[in-house]
């Protein structure tokens, strides 16, 4: 497909269909590190869309502060995510040039690797079906989960409806 250098906001080498899981495309890509900034928050589920808003603002308003090179588009990581068990996630922004980060911003990265991409479209509330698209096209092609997962939510919630809300997946493969 040839070498791609941007999907979606992050660096990528290489992006190929590799199914079709109901209404899911999934890609295969191998992503690049990237540097982030971001803050770490361990929340109860039913916390977790009033938190992710929060921590976006927060990262943003930092990088717009410090006038910092980044993505246009904010990702959460979900480092822990079992209910109704707390959930561990970060919050931020990819982000060029940047050494460190302050107070509870801090720098991070997302790890290189092969990883597998959808894109859902709707609703925060009814993205479980993507992620069991990417589960069940893992489980029958053999692959492993190499990681945590993290979204990517390309708009934003305070200016298009629910069912236009777009969030692309990534779901990092061993």
Same mark, same amino acid.
């Given at each position: 497909?040839?070498?791609?250098?941007? %999907?979606?906001? %992050?660096?990528?080498? %290489?992006?190929?269909?590799?199914?079709?899981?109901?209404?899911? !495309?999934?890609?295969?890509?191998?992503?690049?590190? @990237? !540097?982030?900034?971001?803050?770490?928050?361990?929340?109860?589920?039913?916390?977790?869309?009033? @938190?992710?808003?929060?921590?976006?603002?927060?990262?943003?308003?930092?990088?717009?502060?410090?006038?910092?090179?980044?993505?246009?588009?904010? %990702?959460?990581?979900?480092? @822990?995510? $079992?209910?109704?068990?707390?959930?561990?996630?970060?919050?931020?922004?990819?982000?060029?040039?940047?050494?460190?980060? $302050?107070?509870?911003?801090?720098?991070? $990265?997302?790890?290189?690797?092969?990883?597998?991409?959808? !894109?859902?479209?709707?609703?925060?509330?009814?993205?479980?079906?993507?992620?069991?698209?990417?589960?069940?096209?893992?489980?029958?092609?053999?692959? !492993?989960?190499?990681?945590?997962?993290?979204?990517?939510?390309?708009?934003?919630?305070?200016?298009?409806?629910?069912?236009?809300?777009?969030?692309?997946?990534?779901?990092?493969?061993?």
């Amino acid at each position: 497909m040839g070498l791609l250098r941007l %999907f979606l906001g %992050f660096s990528c080498l %290489f992006a190929t269909t590799v199914a079709q899981a109901g209404d899911y !495309k999934i890609d295969v890509i191998k992503v690049e590190t @990237q !540097k982030t900034l971001i803050l770490h928050a361990v929340v109860k589920p039913e916390e977790v869309t009033k @938190q992710l808003a929060k921590d976006i603002s927060k990262v943003a308003s930092y990088i717009k502060l410090k006038n910092i090179p980044a993505a246009n588009t904010p %990702f959460a990581r979900y480092l @822990q995510f $079992e209910p109704p068990k707390p959930v561990e996630m970060e919050t931020g922004y990819a982000v060029a040039a940047v050494n460190s980060g $302050e107070g509870d911003i801090l720098l991070h $990265e997302l790890p290189e690797g092969r990883a597998a991409v959808t !894109k859902h479209v709707g609703p925060y509330e009814k993205i479980a079906p993507a992620y069991e698209a990417i589960h069940a096209w893992m489980e029958s092609s053999g692959e !492993k989960p190499g990681g945590a997962p993290w979204e990517v939510y390309l708009n934003d919630p305070a200016k298009v409806k629910p069912e236009e809300l777009k969030t692309v997946i990534y779901y990092p493969l061993k």
